[in-house]
């Protein structure tokens, strides 16, 4: 797994969106990315709804990506980015209540659970999670 970062975002997002079933692209956002060694997307990080205090975000990664090198290194970027670099006082996290891989992974970085939109899709709830600042710098990831 290869950290790409920023790169290939405009193809990162649209990647992101078939795999979220998300119908349009958000209007501003910012994408990170793990590519395997063919450089094809295993796993991308949409940045959205950019406000003072808050980002969201969203994870789409395709199955068995996430080694353990590779989930301390986009642990350490996404949170980086957002807490040191846009100052945001916390990342929250939108998930569709059927993607359960995607609900544990999250859940595994440190994400609480703050509530269900239920009907937020036709089809599916919609749960949103919350990471705050103060958790990633007292977290046993964190490069400090």
Same mark, same amino acid.
């Given at each position: 797994?290869?950290?790409? &970062?920023?790169?290939?975002?405009?193809?990162?997002?649209?990647?992101?969106?078939?795999?979220?079933?998300? &119908?349009?692209?958000?209007?501003?956002?910012?994408?990170?990315?793990?590519?395997? !060694?063919?450089? !094809?997307?295993?796993?991308?990080?949409?940045?959205?709804?950019?406000?003072?205090?808050?980002?969201?975000?969203?994870?789409?990664?395709?199955?068995?990506?996430?080694?353990?090198?590779?989930?301390?290194?986009?642990?350490?970027?996404?949170?980086? @980015?957002?807490?040191?670099?846009?100052?945001?006082?916390?990342?929250?996290?939108?998930?569709? &209540?059927?993607?359960?891989?995607?609900?544990?992974?999250?859940?595994?970085?440190?994400?609480?659970?703050?509530?269900?939109?239920? &009907?937020?899709?036709? !089809?599916?709830?919609?749960?949103? @999670?919350?990471?705050?600042?103060?958790? @990633?710098?007292?977290?046993?990831?964190?490069?400090?």
């Amino acid at each position: 797994m290869k950290f790409i &970062g920023f790169e290939r975002e405009e193809e990162a997002e649209a990647w992101a969106r078939e795999r979220l079933e998300v &119908g349009a692209a958000p209007t501003l956002f910012r994408t990170m990315s793990l590519v395997d !060694d063919r450089d !094809d997307f295993k796993c991308v990080v949409v940045f959205s709804n950019f406000a003072p205090r808050n980002v969201d975000l969203n994870i789409a990664g395709e199955p068995r990506w996430a080694t353990p090198k590779a989930t301390l290194r986009l642990f350490n970027e996404v949170f980086s @980015y957002a807490f040191k670099m846009l100052r945001a006082a916390r990342v929250t996290a939108l998930v569709r &209540g059927k993607n359960d891989v995607c609900k544990r992974f999250i859940e595994h970085l440190g994400f609480q659970l703050e509530g269900v939109m239920r &009907g937020a899709f036709a !089809d599916d709830d919609l749960h949103v @999670y919350g990471f705050l600042a103060e958790d @990633y710098h007292s977290h046993a990831w964190c490069r400090g």
